[in-house]
């Protein structure tokens, strides 16, 4: 199995709702470092995974979607915990639906997994890994 | 799939027998960089894996467990070697006999697998997963 | 000349005012990954800069008056932008003042320098020198 | 599982065929920093994964053989993009054959698969995993 | 003094002239993770050392004109080699003389140094320090 | 004003004496990741700060004189704690001395300083700098 992976970042505001999140109560906020992985077992004419250059630039569109904004506001999120393990499924999701749509190129199409991961600082992270 | 990691870290000394491990058959030392992550397949009602808050309290109670100590010394690895990659295992082992006993919290039942890596250096590291 | 750090990390909401900054103009978030360092020219008679443990604490406490905020909201920041390289001054100048005060223990008396450095993601970062 | 990893890198140059590479049809260059990574799901006698100090040895020996060359002049790689999936597969796959040829040591014959990851940048990597 | 830090990188072949080079006399190649640092001693009216979104664009502009090169067809660095430390002085004088040409702001003429690392690898990187 | 820098690591056990350092004054442990920085305001014929082989080699073999070892039983260290700012000058010292032997070369008698850093955890770090 061959994989490939891009990084990238955003930075917003969210604040949770529950006993559990102690001061993350509180409006605050979180630089994300994403990672997204491409996994597909045979590699394409290029001998790419996926075009390197696409993966990163629909990278970027997906968490410009997110990027400087106070989350709490956003009503994809309306009565949900923006964690950091929730937002890794939402960027793979979005991913996701870009390469159905071929934006990340024809042979994109042969990917078979995508694997995001967000670090919320140096000593915590979190991924979602779903099939495409 | 999703997953939480966090981080932390502790340091000992040990030696190790076996000429295969050449000058560390000498009594040494190692910083371990301690990743333990914890998987599910879904989010539990708050949206989390686990209380991020509970995970690195457990860690750093197994942790204590091995920190500042000389392993020669500890009789629960008497006549086996702590290597990196049975360090990683017995910290796997004890954190999920914690979630067993609640201590992550009860929604932490829904945890599948734990995996822990172990970083001795720069160059070097070492990992155990196990399902729950 | 010797200088021992210690990391530590805070997680905040804020925006900026003026047309530099764009789309940080709105309402977002940071995670500052902070490395306080402290320098001697010589060691105390324990053969250390500073007792690394009350430093850790020190920067601790510091990170504390800040983290899981919305730094908009707070009086000490009213009418300027918490900028990276501004907050880095905040830091340094808090822990110097903890210095000063003996919290770090009396040998850190014996400090010449203090440097702190926040990381707000992979690829940017602000620091801030000052003497003690 | 088990798993053990061994860090090292080489620097090579060369250029790739195909519009899709946009500027990078250039001769150009590359630093990989290279980890692979040994999985087995027991561990030896010796309480190991592998010996690492054999596994560096030959992780170093595979390097060496690409290490400070002109990839667009190397016979093996006539007529194929030497992306970095492609050498994350040339790499995991020489490893394979020296474990089979018994270089790691006896007991690497334990080991049951290889993961072998190569970093281009702070911002890409790209990665393949094969069974022994 | 305050400082504000950048990162981005570039990807090219070069060859070394001088026996002390080794076998990296050969045509090989490099990625360098490039870290510009810029310093003054006190902020200007936005609070901040440098607007950051344009010496970020600044170091990618004067990064693209040695990125996905052989150096060695460079007119620019005939008869020299271009080693990690010679490369970085090249960065900061293009960066400095941008600074000089008014392209990082009006502001930016109160920076008083630049600062350059490049990483060759996980193990080497070099600098250059110079005044503006 | 020019460096370069070289990584590698050591692996040792020590104890402290001094109620400063709690749990810490029991024999234990430490990785180093060292960092040794070379200076000098001009760079030699060939472009360089130092022969980057050389630096590597002498700083190898000033760490295997410390690792694998309890520095307890270390002659030289005998009545003083072996704390990283501490040793962090050891390996200094005994780098400058080096360079003062001609071992990293004749031009390395250019070298104005050296700078060394001792990595013992992801959240600490001590140095140590001096003129040669």
């Known amino acids: ?9 955003m930075m ?10 102690g001061p993350a109560q509180r409006l605050h906020g979180a630089t994300y470092v994403v990672d997204a992985t491409f996994r ?4 394409d004419s290029d001998n790419v995974v996926v075009d390197i250059g ?22 994809d999120f309306a009565g949900a915990n923006t964690t950091t393990e929730a937002l890794a499924k939402v960027v793979a ?3 996701a639906a870009r390469v159905g749509e071929g934006l990340l190129g024809e042979s994109a199409r ?20 779903r099939p495409l």
Chains 1, 2, 3, 4, 5, 6 share one sequence.
Do not use: K
Request: charged content about 25%.
């Open 110 to 129: 042969g990917l078979e997994a995508i694997y995001v991961t967000l670090g919320e600082s140096h000593v915590a992270w979190a991924s979602y890994e």
């Open 12 to 21: 917003i505001a969210h604040s949770f709702r529950g006993e559990v999140f």
């Open 40 to 43: 597909r077992p045979t590699l």
């Open 93 to 95: 999701d979005r991913l």
């Open 54 to 75: 696409r993966a990163t630039e629909q990278l970027q569109q997906v968490l410009a979607e997110l990027n400087y904004r106070n989350l709490d506001d956003e009503p």
């Open 1 to 9: 199995m061959f994989s490939v992976t891009v990084r990238d970042h």
